[in-house]
């Protein structure tokens, strides 16, 4: 056990953390000064991050407590797997049961209200029954399987996160037993909200009641005793330290096939379920019931007061007009730059200029339009990319596609191992190598998790090299709604350092002294941790300090340790952090200095910025990291600074103090784990920062500009936002 300076009762526990950090999110889905339409949204966001945290996280304390897995992170806070797992648990079914407290007497009336309304069986007309029944026969009969489950049928594999029917059925006559339990799974391709013959009002019936009402057709000659919805989910984690292959792409294929298999880690079954049908799923999954008896026991089996899986509700974004109920649609500006006397060259105002680019706020075409140039630019020798997470129709994919199609050297770093998005990468790399790109996959024990384009350009018998890093991935659709960090810059310490992290990516090339880049699993922790001890040695000296971290996660206890020791020493401590957070601000003696806060709000704030120092003697910092023993250890990752005097000032007074105005979507961290609302003290003006971001004026923030286009509106059509 590593050595720690600090008492357990100093961190807050991780996973206690981020359901804290999840309930934040539900917030904003009972908050009525949200639009009705985003409220359903957070709804179904707080319910894919339920499912990934117990895909991941929860399986993995399953397998500490019951298997012979070792924990992956060192947990400072000391708490056994299983006392974690026992207070994940009732701390989950308090959440699930308020989501649905918000659901069911909340927004369903507010909806229909709204003329939008999720109708049962018994409450359709005539009319619309004669709809459903040509849905039923026509579209869902066909694809539907009754599945029967007897010692002739054995218990199918149930898919991970699939919706599911389970039944009890008799008969007097006929072949097969009297008695039968059976299941149908509701597939995807079906409509989970199916529409109705319209009127006035948009109408619905939910797959799974307009499927339970024909449930005697699909079991022909049965009757229905009772019946009810269930959903498992499915340990999901990849570990592929300890598998050897000699093709990666073949062996992430392999276990996309087995993610389906995995161990079961939670059931959620419809409160009203018959506990005979329960138990004929738990049983042969091997799920934890619950003991009172038993001091290490909880359970895994979640009753649910409504529709299961509320990420289906996404669909109702989808409605036409209804405008009034969504986040109003906007255009991202153009970033900030000036137009060189060449024209619109990118590539000269990049050599002449960093330029700064803030997602959503400004728009992510320069960087498409960065890489689409570089494909199609004779002058441009090779491109050299990370891809982490794409789009689905991926515009900087088919750009690296051209260029290779084109002649020029290009290089893809594709991350097979990004998780729940390996089925996509899997593809795109299929298709990369057949364009002629050279794709290569990084390392088998770390992921490649920073965010790196690389442009070689001839320019009048000169080689120059451009460089785009980032804190967010090559993906449009997900610009529109992280908050992103990142520059442009032709800088040659940068240049020669994003070289050097290619070749360590793609052949395993070493010994370079990195310039500017701070390099993880190599030197990051260490110099985050030098760049704190810095601070707390100056306010010792009675010197100005100063640290700001805005970041998604503060979970490393190292680093949380150096923090304290800089609050001990005086150093102003501001964190600003979206999730995870383990450190305890607040604490006599130990952190009283520092100051934490969480903003969740229409943009998953995704961006990391790192400033040490006050004043003009500020050094200031963007990266693809958090402070996570997973990002110090485990990942390819890279933090670099901003040095062109115009882009820090703009962190230091446009950027950063807006995020500490926020008094109305920030919350603030207590000692005890718990946070608090901000709220505008009396007659202090309403503050809400990704809205005053927005509104900045078109003229105060482009100028002259080289980047052409307008961007893309956001419609809330979006894909749901990953944690």
Request: with cysteine.
């Amino acid at each position: 056990m590593p050595e720690q300076a600090f008492l357990a009762e100093h961190f807050i526990n991780r996973e206690l953390s981020w359901l804290e950090f999840n309930a934040r999110v539900l917030e904003e889905a009972v908050d009525e000064s949200n639009p009705l339409l985003e409220r359903v949204k957070f709804l179904s966001i707080f319910s894919s991050n339920l499912d990934e945290f117990f895909m991941v996280r929860v399986a993995g304390l399953r397998e500490q407590s019951f298997g012979d897995g070792a924990p992956e992170d060192y947990s400072p806070d000391g708490l056994r797997p299983i006392v974690q797992l026992q207070r994940i648990a009732a701390r989950t079914k308090e959440l699930v049961a308020a989501q649905y407290r918000c659901w069911n007497e909340s927004v369903v009336p507010q909806l229909a209200e709204q003329r939008i309304r999720l109708l049962k069986h018994h409450e359709l007309s005539a009319e619309q029954r004669t709809s459903l029944d040509r849905f039923f026969l026509e579209r869902a009969f066909p694809i539907l399987t009754p599945m029967a489950v007897d010692p002739a049928h054995p218990s199918p594999r149930y898919h991970n996160r699939g919706l599911y029917l389970a039944a009890m059925l008799e008969r007097e006559h006929g072949l097969g037993p009297k008695h039968l339990f059976a299941v149908v799974q509701l597939p995807q391709v079906l409509p989970r909200l199916v529409p109705l013959a319209q009127g006035e009002e948009v109408q619905f019936i939910l797959l799974e009641d307009a499927v339970s009402a024909r449930l005697p057709e699909l079991f022909g000659g049965f009757e229905v005793h009772y019946s009810t919805t269930f959903r498992i989910t499915r340990d999901s984690d990849i570990e592929l330290l300890e598998q050897e292959s000699d093709d990666m792409l073949r062996l992430i294929e392999d276990r996309l096939k087995a993610r389906q298999r995995g161990q079961a880690v939670r059931l959620e079954v419809a409160a009203a379920g018959n506990e005979e049908l329960i138990r004929m799923i738990v049983d042969p999954e091997e799920l934890h019931e619950g003991d009172e008896n038993s001091p290490d026991s909880y359970s895994e089996i979640y009753r649910i007061p409504g529709p299961l899986d509320l990420t289906g509700m996404m669909d109702l974004l989808r409605v036409p007009g209804r405008e009034h109920l969504r986040d109003p649609p906007f255009t991202p500006r153009l970033p900030r730059g000036r137009r060189s006397r060449g024209g619109d060259d990118i590539f000269a105002n990049i050599r002449r200029n960093d330029i700064l680019l803030h997602h959503p706020f400004e728009s992510f075409d320069p960087v498409v339009e960065f890489v689409s140039r570089a494909a199609k630019d004779p002058n441009v020798l090779a491109i050299k990319q990370t891809l982490y997470r794409t789009s689905g129709d991926s515009p900087v994919t088919r750009a690296l596609m051209q260029a290779a199609e084109n002649g020029k050297h290009v290089t893809a770093l594709v991350e097979l191992k990004a998780r729940f998005d390996e089925a996509a990468n899997v593809s795109w790399a299929r298709q990369l190598e057949r364009s002629g790109v050279h794709v290569v996959f990084g390392f088998l024990d770390l992921k490649t998790h920073c965010k790196l384009s690389l442009v070689v350009r001839q320019e009048a018998g000169v080689v120059r090299r451009f460089v785009h890093l980032s804190s967010g991935n090559y993906n449009p659709t997900t610009a529109l709604v992280y908050t992103d960090l990142g520059i442009f810059t032709a800088n040659e310490d940068i240049a020669a350092d994003a070289s050097a992290l290619f070749n360590l990516l793609t052949g395993y090339s070493q010994g370079h002294v990195w310039r500017k880049l701070v390099v993880a699993p190599a030197d990051l922790q260490r110099r985050t941790i030098e760049l704190i001890d810095e601070q707390a040695q100056r306010a010792a000296a009675g010197q100005p300090s100063r640290i700001f971290a805005k970041l998604n996660s503060v979970v490393d206890y190292r680093v949380i340790e150096a923090l304290y020791r800089a609050s001990q020493a005086g150093v102003p401590i501001d964190l600003v952090c979206r999730g995870i957070c383990c450190l305890r601000p607040g604490l006599p003696g130990i952190s009283e200095t520092i100051r934490v806060r969480s903003i969740v709000d229409r943009f998953l704030e995704h961006s990391r910025i790192f400033v040490f120092g006050a004043d003009e003697d500020a050094q200031v910092f963007l990266a693809s990291s958090d402070w996570m023993p997973r990002n110090f250890y485990r990942r390819v990752e890279a933090m670099f600074p901003i040095e062109t005097p115009e882009l820090k000032q703009r962190i230091l007074t446009e950027i950063v103090p807006a995020y500490l105005r926020d008094n109305v979507k920030a919350r603030i961290l207590r000692p005890d784990g718990s946070h608090y609302r901000l709220e505008p003290a009396p007659g202090e003006p309403r503050y809400r920062v990704q809205e005053e971001l927005l509104s900045l004026r078109p003229e105060l923030v482009v100028g002259d500009s080289d980047f052409s286009g307008n961007g893309s509106l956001l419609t809330g059509e979006a894909a749901l936002p990953r944690v």
